[in-house]
Structures are given as C-alpha cells and as structure tokens.
C-alpha cells in the first residue's frame, strides 16, 4: 500500500506545482481533498464493461474495487490483466473534474500485453515499442459529447504525466509517465 499512497502523493504534488506555477491550471479531486472519497465511471467501449465505483476513500485504495477497475482496462485481445497504476484512476477522474462533468470515461484501451502492442504496432506507426500500456500505466479514451480537444486540454491543464491527442481517431492518450504532451 506504500507505494499507491506515494504514486497519488506524486501526482498530487505535481498537480500542486504546476498550479503555483500557471494560473490557468485547474486542480483534480486528489489535490482539493486527499481524504475524500474518488468515484470513477469507466466503459470498456470494446467489450461493454460498464463500471461505476468508489475507488478510493478515507486515504486508502479499495482494493476489491481496483481489482474491478483492473478488469474493464485488462487487454481484451489477450484476457489479460495486470495491476494498474492507480496514479491513472486518479488521472481520469481528475480530467472529469477540469471538465466539470460525470459522464463516464470510455476506454478504448488500457493494459495491453506485450504481444498485443507488437501487433498493434505492425498495423499503425502511433503505437509505441515500450508503450507504457503494456505496464498499466496508459489508457486511450473518449468521453461521448466531449470534443476531443476539450478532452485534450483538460488532460494538458493537470500537469500530469504524458497526454497525447489523436483527432483522426478521436480519442486521447493517458500516462503515467513524464510530463510531455503531443497533439495531431
């Protein structure tokens, strides 16, 4: 459980400095109250999964229920999970947030084994070698109404790992990882 509370201290505090350091920069739930229960609307928009859940409360991750979230962002063509990054949950409802909305998050993918990425990666140039989806750290997703670019800037404005926007394809790129973003 050390190292979960130390990934959410880590977006924290870097949400929190890049706060201080731009104006226009909005915080996630984690940043506003790191004691308040995070609820999270997930659609797995290949396989159906539909998942609405308090993920985290009183300071510490539900277990049960990351393990549910694992699930609906497990790699589809291989029926494989791994354990998430939960810095990634916290991410996705902190882009909820900036938007001011709960529509659910649609996953158009998240874990993905190292042979389904290769596989990916022989059919499109955007794919990654070392994807950080094959470590549980990425998603692609879309939310239903929301431009794309909306989506995009909201991801930008919380200062948080990688955030990639994919407009012919309609969906944004999650991580992680590095702060760096990247737009087409």
């Given at each position: 459980m050390l190292g979960?509370?130390?990934?959410?201290?880590?977006?924290?505090s870097t949400?929190?400095?890049?706060?201080?350091?731009?104006?226009?920069l909005v915080p996630p739930i984690a940043v506003i109250?790191?004691?308040?229960?995070?609820?999270?609307?997930?659609?797995?928009?290949?396989?159906?999964d539909d998942l609405n859940v308090?993920?985290?409360?009183?300071?510490?991750?539900?277990?049960?229920?990351?393990?549910?979230?694992?699930?609906l962002m497990r790699d589809r063509r291989a029926n494989a999970t791994i354990d998430m990054d939960t810095a990634l949950?916290?991410?996705?409802?902190?882009v909820q947030t900036i938007l001011g909305i709960q529509k659910p998050v649609h996953i158009l993918s998240g874990y993905r084994t190292a042979e389904t990425n290769a596989k990916l990666r022989r059919r499109s140039s955007g794919v990654a070698k070392f994807?950080?989806?094959?470590?549980?750290?990425?998603?692609?997703?879309?939310?239903?109404?929301?431009?794309?670019d909306k989506l995009?800037?909201?991801?930008?404005?919380?200062?948080a790992g990688g955030v990639g926007l994919y407009s012919n394809s309609n969906f944004v790129h999650l991580?992680?990882?590095?702060?760096?973003?990247w737009g087409s």
């Open positions: 979960v509370a130390v990934s959410s201290t880590s977006l924290t949400v929190l400095a890049a706060v201080g350091a731009k104006q226009n109250d790191p004691m308040a229960s995070r609820r999270i609307h997930l659609v797995n928009a290949h396989t159906g308090v993920y985290y409360t009183h300071g510490i991750y539900i277990d049960e229920n990351i393990e549910q979230l694992n699930h949950y916290d991410q996705l409802l902190g994807s950080l989806h094959m470590e549980g750290r990425a998603a692609d997703i879309f939310i239903p109404s929301v431009p794309v995009h800037e909201a991801a930008v404005k919380m200062q991580d992680t990882g590095a702060l760096r973003h």
